[in-house]
C-alpha cells in the first residue's frame, strides 16, 4: 500500500523519529493506528448523530485552541443558536 502524506503529516512523523521515542516511520503509524482503534471501536458503526456530536465536539476543539470568532459571536454560541432551529 501507498500512503502519501501532507507535509505537515511529514513532520509530525519526523518530530516524532527525532524525540527517540520511535525508531521507524512504520513505528509511529502503527502507533497512530492503534491509538485510532482505541479511540473509535470499529465494532459498532457510527450513527450520524455520533459522527454529528463528534464533529461538533472537535469544532470546539480547535475553537478552544484558536480562540476563534466570528464577528463578535463565538462559534460556540453560533453552535447553540444552529441547536434551537
Given at each position: ?71 463578535g ?13
Open positions: 500500500m501507498t500512503i502519501n502524506l501532507t507535509p505537515e503529516q511529514e513532520q509530525i512523523i519526523k518530530a516524532e523519529l527525532k524525540s527517540g521515542r520511535f525508531r521507524t516511520a512504520e513505528d509511529v503509524i502503527a502507533q497512530a493506528l492503534e491509538a485510532l482503534r482505541k479511540k473509535e471501536p470499529t465494532s459498532s458503526p457510527a450513527t450520524d448523530g455520533d459522527k454529528h456530536r463528534e464533529a461538533v465536539r472537535e469544532m470546539l476543539r480547535f475553537v478552544e485552541q484558536n480562540r476563534v470568532t466570528l464577528q459571536i463565538s462559534v460556540r454560541e453560533l453552535i447553540h443558536e444552529g441547536h434551537r432551529l
